[in-house]
């Protein structure tokens, strides 16, 4: 199992994937913005994606849980 | 060259934000900086397109592999609007001012806009990417009549043109000594440097219908409000407006 987290304080402003849907290693999962700086943020192991609990629009802080992939 | 950020010219360029994050992905260390004299496709945030008439404005894209960790990333966003406050000063312009997370005001009005992006792998920051847009060499009839009271550029606020080139050169003088500065000691000070421009500090701030007087700007560059309650906001994405003063976007 390995969790998507928040690399910093900010609000997903994208999600771009679906549960069920199977991820590569490095695949961008989720856009997030903080301070208007636009990061891509990456699943940090392949496999399918079990729970989304980001939602785009929301803020969150660094270290949440956005994506699980497993 | 009195900057060691490499200064890459091109004549015309659809994008130099894109042009600079193939440099990066392609391993390219940096610090570089990608700048086109006509740029037929820039982009400002969230994709907005970004209003450059062909030759006048500076658009330039840096790129910079801070040694910082990745919660630390946008205050890197900050730090260029230090730089170019300090590049306009150097100029000669007056009352420069800024806004946050990254605008820069001159008499209230926007001459600049920051596009900052980043890349992180794990827990590391691989490189971040600064876009600015700097109005130089516009004149009011340039932009579009809705945004005539919120506009200015280098020329209409010194009567005077600024050469693309030099310009670059001088905004890469500030950011390349502020750069340097964060590789020796950190970002701890970049709040506390940018604080001293802000054009809003004691101000009435609104976003999404939560107001607050702005209070002062976190340790990672959030902007911390108080409430009328006594609450203590802090926001970390998007903007906020002085009630009552009209700012482009």
């Not at chain 1, 994208?14 to 903080?34: F, L, P």
């Not at chain 1, 208007?36 to 943020?41: H, R």
């Not at chain 2, 005077?160 to 890469?172: F, H, K, M, P, T």
């Not at chain 2, 802000?198 to 609104?206: D, E, Q, S, V, Y």
Request: net charge negative; aromatic share 4%; hydrophobic share 45%.
């Amino acid at each position: 199992m390995a969790d998507v987290t928040m690399p910093m304080n900010g609000k997903v402003i994208s999600i771009k994937v679906q549960v069920g849907q199977t991820v590569e290693e490095d695949q961008e999962v989720v856009i997030i913005e903080a301070m208007k700086m636009e990061l891509p943020v990456a699943a940090p192991e392949g496999g399918a994606v079990k729970e989304i609990r980001a939602k785009e629009g929301e803020s969150y802080q660094a270290g949440d849980v956005l994506v699980v992939v497993g | 060259m009195d900057h060691a950020i490499k200064l890459i010219v091109y004549e015309e360029a659809a994008s130099t934000q894109d042009i600079a994050r193939e440099l990066a992905q392609a391993g390219e260390q940096g610090p570089v900086a990608v700048m086109a004299l006509k740029q037929t496709a820039g982009r400002g945030r969230s994709g907005r397109s970004w209003i450059s008439p062909p030759g006048k404005n500076l658009a330039l894209s840096a790129l910079l592999r801070p040694k910082l960790a990745p919660r630390e990333a946008p205050l890197i966003g900050l730090l260029a609007s230090v730089a170019v406050a300090a590049a306009l000063d150097a100029k000669g312009v007056p009352s420069v001012s800024l806004k946050w997370p990254n605008d820069v005001l001159v008499d209230g009005k926007k001459i600049a806009g920051i596009l900052p992006e980043a890349s992180v792998k794990g827990d590391s920051l691989e490189f971040v990417i600064i876009g600015i847009g700097l109005n130089v060499n516009s004149r009011l009839s340039d932009f579009p009549p809705e945004l005539h009271d919120s506009v200015t550029s280098v020329l209409l606020a010194t009567g005077e043109e600024w050469d693309l080139r030099d310009a670059a050169r001088g905004l890469l003088r500030e950011m390349d000594a502020l750069h340097i500065r964060v590789n020796e000691e950190g970002c701890g000070f970049v709040p506390y440097f940018w604080e001293t421009r802000w054009a809003h500090k004691g101000r009435i701030l609104t976003r999404d219908g939560l107001e607050g007087r702005a209070e002062g700007i976190g340790p990672l560059g959030s902007l911390i409000l108080r409430t009328a309650d006594g609450r203590r906001v802090e926001i970390n994405s998007g903007q906020a407006e002085p009630i009552g003063v009209e700012t482009a976007s």
